[in-house]
Structures are given as C-alpha cells and as structure tokens.
C-alpha cells in the first residue's frame, strides 16, 4: 500500500516557468490537500479538495492552481514560478472527520 | 480562526530523561488533533491521532493528551533516546473543517 505519492521529489525552476507537481493516493480518502512549508513558518494550507471535482482556496494559494478530476489524483500547478515559491510542498489525504492525515513525501522546488 | 502554538521551539535533553512538548490551539471546536514527527530533510509522519471525544492516546514510549476545554495537548516522551532527535509538530482541525492547521514545531535534540 503506497499511501501517498508525490513527483518529483525535487525540482529547480527558472523564474517564469511552469511545472506541475504531481500527487496521487491509493487509499480512497475523499479529502485531499496541498501545504508548502518555509523555514520557522510551519505548514500553510494552499488548496483543498473534498471530493472528485470540488476544489477550495486555503491560506496561501495565490500563485498556484488545482484540479481533481478523480479521487486518486490532485495535481498542483505553477504556472509562472517565482522565487516566494521556493519551498518544501506536501500534498495529504484523509478520510472526513475523525481521522487523521497521511502525509507524502514532499517537493523541495527551487526557483531562481 | 484556529492558532496554533507550540512551546518550547526547541529543546535539548540528556538521554533517558522523560520530557513533555506543549501544544495550545485557541479553537476547541476541533474534530482531531494529531502529532507529527519530521526528520531533517524529509516529511512528516504520523505519530498519534486524538479524536475529540478522546482524552489520549498512547504509542509505545509516546503519550499524547488532549484536554478542549483549556486548549491544550501534551505530548509525552518517556525515556527518551538519541533517535528522538527530530521536529514535532502539533496540527488540530478547526471549527467544523477538516483542514489542519499546524504550530511551528518544537525542535527536539537528545543528546547520549
């Protein structure tokens, strides 16, 4: 059982580029989530998804777009890097209310 | 909104010593409030989960409290050794969501 799988693990990206980074779970969880995490900053929320098709805006998301189209993927996109968005991002899932979060790995992206 | 507070941010210990890391969150209207463990460089693992109608949870050496009245949980490291060396993350969810909102960390050093 994978739980959650993010790609690439790690990514340097030109100022103005556009990358998509990759998530995917096997565990059937209907909510699902993307954090970026900064240095002494904890855990911000970008985008949320509580379903196939539903997406929501979290603490930080400008920069930054989401789409669900399945239970099993939820994909971040960057469409014109900048260097504020260098950072570890961390993409999770879980069950809805009551149960906990399964965490991936996480991107390391840097932008210069 | 849901603030999340851990004290100290960091803490070195001699091996063996118990000790206890502090989480505060200023919302008791949380469904769950969950532990995590982060080593250097890498993502975060769960270490307990406490549902909101639970007192605590216990995992081996670990024992997490949760006390909504006062806002508060406790997480307790009993005989602690140098492979506890690690951030620990405190994260609750807030008023009706099922978004996590997460504390700093408190920086754990054990030293043998």
């Known amino acids: 059982n994978a739980g959650v799988t993010q790609t690439p693990k790690f990514r340097i990206l030109k100022i103005g580029q556009s990358m998509t980074l990759q998530c995917a779970q096997d565990m059937n969880h209907n909510y699902m989530y993307w954090y970026r995490q900064d240095p002494g900053m904890g855990l911000k929320l970008i985008y949320y998804s509580v379903g196939a098709g539903i997406t929501d805006k979290g603490e930080v998301p400008n920069g930054y777009n989401v789409s669900r189209s399945t239970t099993e993927d939820f994909p971040l996109r960057l469409e014109l890097a900048a260097p504020s968005q260098t950072s570890v991002y961390f993409c999770?899932?879980?069950?809805?209310?009551?149960?906990?979060?399964?965490f991936g790995s996480g991107t390391r992206l840097t932008v210069v | 909104k849901q603030e999340v507070t851990q004290i100290p941010a960091a803490l070195s210990v001699p091996e063996g010593e118990n000790l206890v890391l502090n989480c505060s969150f200023t919302d008791s209207a949380i469904y769950n409030l969950q532990w995590f463990r982060q080593d250097p460089g890498k993502g975060l693992t769960s270490l307990l989960l406490i549902q909101s109608s639970q007192r605590e949870q216990t995992s081996g050496r670990l024992n997490a409290s949760l006390d909504k009245s006062s806002g508060r949980s406790t997480l307790y490291i009993a005989a602690s050794q140098p492979g506890d060396s690690a951030t620990y993350l405190c994260?609750?969810?807030?008023?009706?969501?099922?978004?996590?909102?997460f504390g700093k960390g408190t920086k754990l050093t054990v030293n043998p």
């Open positions: 999770a899932s879980s069950y809805p209310q009551y149960y906990g979060y399964t």
């Open positions: 994260a609750s969810t807030q008023g009706g969501s099922e978004k996590l909102v």
